[in-house]
Nanobody
Framework: QVQLVESGGGLVQAGGSLRLSCAAS????????MGWFRQAPGKEREPVAA????????YYADSVKGRFTISRDNAKRTVYLQINSLKPDDTAVYYC?????????????????????WGQGTQVTVSS
């Protein structure tokens, strides 16, 4: 069982930046594919970004390309999401997800069904 704990959310003005963190309890953290998803009020959860370690690639939803950056620090067992140029539409609960089956996840890295482990989420609110 892997536990994921997100942090770094908050209230920020449009145009500002935040860095979200997700700390994982997995001993072999480097063997896990990691993803970020978000859910806005009244909407379904949607993908944001993913990082697959076995091929070192990152993946982004079209809506966040150029503004969001996913990265990981395997020594700290942490994945990050740097969010720049925040917009009110970015307001959502941001969830971290993990899965150990990287060869499978890499086929559809932005599909939430690929991930077995989820955090509780961190709220990001962007004011206009």
């Amino acid at each position: 069982q892997v536990q994921l704990v997100e942090s770094g959310g908050g209230l920020v003005q449009a145009g500002g930046s935040l860095r979200l963190s997700c700390a994982a309890s997995a001993r072999r953290f480097s063997s896990y594919a990691m993803g970020w998803f978000r859910q806005a009020p009244g909407k379904e959860r949607e993908p944001v970004a993913a990082i697959i370690w076995n091929n070192g690639n990152t993946y982004y939803a079209d809506s966040v390309k150029g503004r969001f950056t996913i990265s990981r620090d395997n020594a700290k067992r942490t994945v990050y999401l740097q969010i720049n140029s925040l917009k009110p539409d970015d307001t959502a609960v941001y969830y971290c997800a993990a899965d150990q089956d990287q060869p499978l996840v890499v086929l559809h890295p932005l599909s939430e069904s690929q991930y077995d482990y989820w955090g509780q989420g961190t709220q990001v609110t962007v004011s206009s």
